[in-house]
Structures are given as structure tokens and as C-alpha cells.
């Protein structure tokens, strides 16, 4: 199987998941995540915004600016392939739809921040391994993104257990996360 047939596949199988599937196994990894010392330590993190039946992320933005954190959200530059995280003040007040279709900052409400000032990326996937190598969706943008980041910057990814493949075709500029999260397992990548 190809890397675009493996990520073909994974995207179809995802799709085919019920509103009430998601819902139940977002429930079991968000709580999850919310249990992580890297979440609750976090003083500035930065999420995507879901779409395409990702483990939603608006409970997680939620939460956040109600527990004085500061959250970013990337805007997406197509044209020179590149993410520019933007502090959210306002769920979903501050967003309307950007690249793809997927919720970004309004210009309005663009709030550049420096990416070394982000302690937590959570960062989204089409397919995973169990070493942490990530399959995304082709444009590299969050790898040219993480480059940016501090060096003690933590890398986590949500997935569905469905997400997790044995190969997912990691090249040698893929930068893997450090923690996953799955509605099954919490999988440590540092050690």
C-alpha cells in the first residue's frame, strides 16, 4: 500500500464513524488528556480546529480560555506552505472559515504569536505509528511549523485507535509527536 492509499483508506475508515462514535471516543481521550501534567502545566498551547471527524477540539479550546490559558490556533498560508499560530480571545466568535474550509482566525482577529512562546502543540493526523510517526495530510505544513517551536516544546497528538497503523511512511523530515492519546491507550514516545 502507498503512503496516498494508506492515508486514502485511514480517511475513509474515519469518515464512515457515527456523530455518536465520535462522540463517545472523543469523550474517553479528551478526559484523557485533561488528566496529562503536560496539558494541565501548559501555559500556552496551540490546537487545530477538527474537521473531517478528527477528535473534535472545541472542549479543549473551551476549556482552556476558562482556565486562563492561552490557546493559538494556526492560520494557514496555502501559497508559501506555512502556519502562523494566532491567540483565540473569543470560541468560536473569533474564527470563520479559512484554508480548506477549516476554521482559522477572522482577519479581524488575527493575533500573531511567536511559536517558541507555545509550551503545548496538539497536532492532527490522519494515520500514526506506534513509534509516533505521524501521516498527515500532505502539505507539511506542521513540520515546517514544529521547526519553529522551543526545543522542550511537547508534541501530542488525539486519534482514534482506528488511526494507529503499523507503517505509516515517515520520511527523514517528519518530526513525530512525543504523546498520543487514543480512546484506548495514552502512548509515551520520550523513553
Known amino acids: 500500500m502507498s503512503k496516498n492509499e494508506l492515508r486514502n483508506n485511514v480517511i475513509a475508515i474515519r469518515n464512515a464513524l457515527s456523530a455518536q462514535e465520535i462522540e463517545q471516543k472523543s469523550k474517553t481521550i479528551i478526559k484523557k488528556l485533561f488528566t496529562l501534567s503536560e496539558y494541565q502545566n501548559a501555559n500556552t498551547i496551540m490546537a487545530y480546529v477538527d474537521f473531517r471527524n478528527e477528535v473534535p477540539t472545541s472542549g479543549i479550546i473551551q476549556d482552556a480560555l476558562a482556565n486562563g490559558k492561552k490557546i493559538a490556533i494556526p492560520i494557514t498560508d496555502i501559497k508559501n506552505k506555512k502556519l502562523t499560530p494566532s491567540l483565540l480571545h473569543d470560541f468560536p466568535g473569533d474564527l470563520a472559515p479559512g484554508a480548506w474550509g477549516i476554521l482559522e482566525p477572522r482577519p479581524e482577529c488575527i493575533r500573531p504569536i511567536d511559536p517558541e512562546e507555545i509550551d503545548l502543540v496538539i497536532i492532527p493526523g490522519v494515520a500514526f505509528d506506534e513509534a509516533g510517526n505521524r501521516l498527515g495530510y500532505g502539505g507539511g505544513f506542521y513540520d515546517r511549523f514544529l521547526l519553529r517551536t522551543r526545543r522542550d516544546v511537547i508534541l501530542l497528538a488525539l486519534a482514534f485507535e482506528l488511526q494507529i497503523?503499523?507503517?505509516?511512511?515517515?520520511?527523514?523530515?517528519?518530526?513525530?509527536v512525543q504523546l498520543l492519546v487514543t480512546e484506548e491507550r495514552l502512548m509515551d514516545f520520550r523513553c
Open 165 to 176: 497503523q503499523s507503517h505509516v511512511y515517515p520520511d527523514k523530515h517528519d518530526i513525530p
